[in-house]
C-alpha cells in the first residue's frame, strides 16, 4: 500500500458513496492472517496519535482526587473524584459511564481503586486509563496536553479477532490529510505485527453508511 492507491481510494469512496446530511467517518479494515491471538505476545493493541485530527471531538473523563479535580474540570468532559467512585460500583452507572466517553484518564495514585471499581466494565471494552497512552497522571501540569493528545489518538486493536477496525477522520477533511493518517497508521501496524506485512491479509475502507472497499 501506497500514499497514491489511498488516495485513489479516497477519490473512489467519495465518488462511489451516497451523499448524508452529515459528515460520515472514514474507517480503515485490517484484516490479518498467519497469527496466533491466543498467545499474548502476537496479539495488537497500542496507540497512535495520528499526524492530524480526526474531525470528531474525542470525550475525556477524569477519575482523580481532590488535588487534581479542579485542573481536570476546567479540561476534561467529565470529572469524577474518588468520592463518587462507589456510585459507579452500580453495573448500570459503570455501563453508561464507558459508553458515554472514548477516554479515561486516572490519577496514578487511584489506580488500584479505579480498577477494583471500574476494571470490570472498562477492561472488556478496552476504556481503562492505559499508561501506554499516558492516561495515568500525576500533575497538574500533564492534563492539558494530554487531552489535546487524546484528540489525535486511535488505539489499535486485535486481540480476540483477527480484525482491527480504526477511524482516521472524516469524509470532508483532504484527501492529503486523510491519506497521511493512513499512511501512518499502516506504517505502525506492520511494524507492531509479528511478521510485520506477511501477517496482513486485507486492508478495506469504508464510510460510515457505505459499503468497505478494497485498497
Do not use: W
Amino acid at each position: 500500500m501506497n500514499q497514491k492507491e489511498v488516495i485513489q481510494t479516497l477519490e473512489k469512496l467519495k465518488k462511489e458513496s451516497k451523499k448524508r446530511n452529515f459528515s460520515q467517518s472514514i474507517d480503515l479494515i485490517f484484516t490479518l492472517k498467519d497469527i496466533n491471538l491466543k498467545n499474548p505476545d502476537e496479539q495488537t493493541d497500542f496507540f497512535i496519535t495520528l499526524h492530524h485530527h480526526m474531525n470528531k471531538k474525542m470525550s475525556v473523563c477524569a477519575l482523580v482526587g481532590p488535588e487534581l479535580a479542579d485542573e481536570c474540570k476546567k479540561v476534561c468532559d467529565e470529572t469524577i473524584t474518588s468520592s463518587q467512585f462507589d456510585q459507579f460500583k452500580d453495573k448500570a452507572k459503570a455501563k453508561a459511564l464507558a459508553r458515554k466517553h472514548d477516554f479515561f484518564i486516572a490519577q496514578g495514585s487511584l489506580m488500584s481503586q479505579v480498577a477494583a471499581v471500574f476494571g470490570r466494565t472498562f477492561g472488556p471494552r478496552g476504556k481503562m486509563p492505559n499508561p501506554k497512552v499516558g492516561a495515568v497522571v500525576a500533575a497538574k501540569p500533564q492534563i492539558k496536553p494530554l487531552y489535546e493528545k487524546l484528540q489525535k489518538t486511535v488505539h489499535i486493536l486485535a486481540k480476540k479477532e483477527p480484525v482491527i477496525h480504526v477511524m482516521i477522520g472524516k469524509e470532508d477533511q483532504s484527501n492529503a490529510d486523510l491519506a497521511e493518517n493512513i499512511m501512518y497508521v499502516y506504517d505502525q501496524l506492520i511494524h507492531h505485527l509479528p511478521k510485520e506485512k506477511n501477517n496482513l491479509k486485507e486492508i478495506f475502507m469504508k464510510l460510515t453508511m457505505s459499503n468497505a472497499i478494497k485498497v
